[in-house]
């Protein structure tokens, strides 16, 4: 069974591809297009398919578009309703619907031999379902679904039982909890869709003095869903909207104590929703996705406080994860439809599923920017010996990450211990100053350093940085004493832990900067190039490109 998923008609697009059952590929089309976020989150741009993604898939697997059993589009035009009607405003949202219906002609056209009959579509909000409670590390699970809006709904509670979803609840349009935070986003000067991120790292420096005023414009229902108020934002603090890049200094007043209000807001109704789906469930797992579950402080409370054993998110768990969900969901239920026994997916272990290169072929790459490049013998020490030394490192190993999260395969790592690394990375990046960086630690070790949700693969909780260890690692503490960590299991990263180990023995720290390789705001790099490219415009000391490393200083006395 041969299933490609597309995610395309809100933001983030992308493609996934399922092959008997295992998942093969899958890529964001920013990666590519090196556009970030792919594109512009309007109805405009609903036509648009991920069609560099789509033709990566088809390749990485061999494969070509008349092989495919079906195409799952996650998005299904028949559930929508008159934006009027959803008590939206927004007089473009038929473009939405009007192009989702053409979708599969839009399909044919951009997938030379495809039949437009081969085109299912998949609910928004049970593609993103699918994507965790189908990939979890066990069948069956309380699955929650939250993000800005689906179809006519922005919130999903259900219960996967041996791969099947019931749907509990589902909380209707205008009532939206990733509105709610897209609103404050704009109204803080960030682009909606794309920097929610950035205001759950600024509520961090206020305070939630208005708790109470959001307690009565955001509270849950008792059919498991929820209500949020039109919020006079104006009121709580001047909008920043429109504003060239607001200056830092000034969000941290009366912006950070409204964005920490409505963070903690978000962050107890989220617990009651969770509380209720385990109570129907009486599951011990539970399950999430949609945008709103990248909101890594508020699933380190639901793993503290739920009640569930475990909490498990799936790491692409905005749109672009749609197209994996649909795409497992739409394989299962073809092998239904046939009679078959459907398959079990396998767990997912790994967001390594981008493209990745051989290493004859990143020495291919290096030759041909004729860079005097060395392949070690010890790759590990070569490269700790340059962090032990406070020098800046791009990491490129493996398959690209599906999903917003460096996690080792494309990232730029830095000594933890020099507190003058935040504004050094932040820098490279582009980024503001206030925007932690995060750390990657060696599973063994992380109880020691950590107090949170371990083990941590994909970094979507926090975790508090154990006093006596704040001190060591002052560039991965965040002001308020956490760090969003990563843990490196060895049997899964043995290239990145025999990295950890080798700083370790150096340094004492098991312990690294890892932020997501890219700089100024580009998407991360993907291909041997994009790092070459970032290598050559970036205060970068070292670039590994597999099992080989280029030094920045060789390259200078190469020149002369
Ligand atoms: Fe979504």
Not at 133 to 162: F, I, K, N, T
Not at 303 to 319: I, K, S, Y
Not at 489 to 510: I, K, N, Q, V, Y
């Amino acid at each position: 069974m041969r299933v490609l998923g597309v995610n395309a008609v809100f933001h983030d697009p992308s493609a996934a591809l399922i092959v008997d059952g295992r998942v093969v590929a899958a890529a964001e089309e920013e990666r590519f297009s090196r556009r970030k976020h792919g594109k512009r989150p309007v109805p405009f741009s609903a036509w648009e398919l991920p069609e560099l993604a789509i033709r990566w898939c088809l390749a990485e697997a061999g494969l070509r578009a008349q092989d495919l059993d079906a195409v799952a589009y996650s998005f299904d035009p028949a559930l929508c309703s008159a934006a009027g009607e959803l008590g939206l405003h927004d007089p473009w949202d038929h473009l939405r619907q009007d192009y989702a219906r053409r979708a599969p002609w839009f399909l044919a056209a951009a997938m030379p031999g495809l039949d437009p009959d081969a085109v299912r579509f998949v609910p928004h909000h049970v593609a993103h379902a699918a994507s965790a409670g189908l990939l979890a590390p066990a069948p069956s699970s309380a699955c929650l679904v939250l993000d800005g809006r689906g179809e006519r709904a922005s919130h999903l509670s259900g219960h996967y039982v041996d791969g099947q979803l019931e749907v509990l609840a589902a909380q209707a349009l205008p009532h939206s909890l990733g509105l709610l935070y897209e609103d404050l986003t704009e109204h803080l000067g960030f682009l909606r869709s794309s920097d929610e991120y950035k205001v759950m790292a600024l509520s961090s420096y206020g305070r939630p003095i208005h708790l109470d005023d959001f307690r009565g414009l955001v509270r849950t229902t008792p059919d498991g869903g929820f209500v949020t108020e039109k919020v006079d934002w104006e009121a709580y603090a001047p909008t920043l909207r429109g504003r060239p890049a607001a200056d830092e200094r000034e969000l941290m007043g009366v912006h950070a104590d409204l964005a920490a209000s409505v963070q903690r807001r978000l962050e107890e109704v989220l617990l009651e929703l969770a509380r209720d789906v385990r109570e129907r469930t009486g599951e011990r797992l539970l399950t999430m996705a949609g945008g709103t579950a990248l909101n890594c402080v508020a699933n380190t409370v639901l793993a503290r406080d739920a009640g569930f054993e475990q909490v498990w998110v799936q790491p692409a768990a905005g749109d672009a994860g749609t197209a994996l969900g649909a795409a497992v969901h739409v394989a299962l239920e073809l092998e239904r439809e046939g009679g078959q026994r459907a398959f079990v997916p396998e767990p997912m272990t790994t967001a390594g599923l981008g493209p990745g290169w051989s290493d004859a072929a990143l020495a291919a790459a290096l030759e041909a920017a004729a860079l005097p490049y060395r392949t070690p013998a010890d790759l590990a020490g070569t490269v700790a010996d340059v962090l032990a030394a406070d020098g800046v490192v791009a990491w490129f190993a493996g398959r690209s990450e599906f999903g917003p999260r460096a996690l080792g395969h494309r990232s730029l790592l830095a000594h933890p211990g020099h507190a003058h690394n935040v504004e050094r990375l932040n820098a490279v990046k582009g980024r503001e100053q206030f925007r932690p960086v995060a750390p990657v630690v060696l599973l063994e070790r992380a109880a020691e350093i950590l107090d949170g949700p371990l083990p941590s693969p994909f970094m979507l909780f926090v975790h508090d940085v154990r006093p006596a260890w704040r001190e060591r690692i002052p560039a991965v503490v965040h002001v308020d004493g956490t760090a969003r960590a990563q843990t490196v299991d060895p049997d899964a990263e043995p290239a990145l832990a025999a990295l950890l180990r080798a700083f370790e023995s150096r340094t004492g720290l098991p312990v690294l900067i890892n932020t997501s390789l890219n700089t100024a705001g580009r998407p991360m790099v993907d291909s041997p190039r994009d790092a070459l490219e970032l290598f050559g415009s970036a205060p970068v000391d070292l670039l590994v490109l597999g099992p080989h490393v280029v030094h920045r200083g060789r390259v200078a006395e190469a020149a002369r």
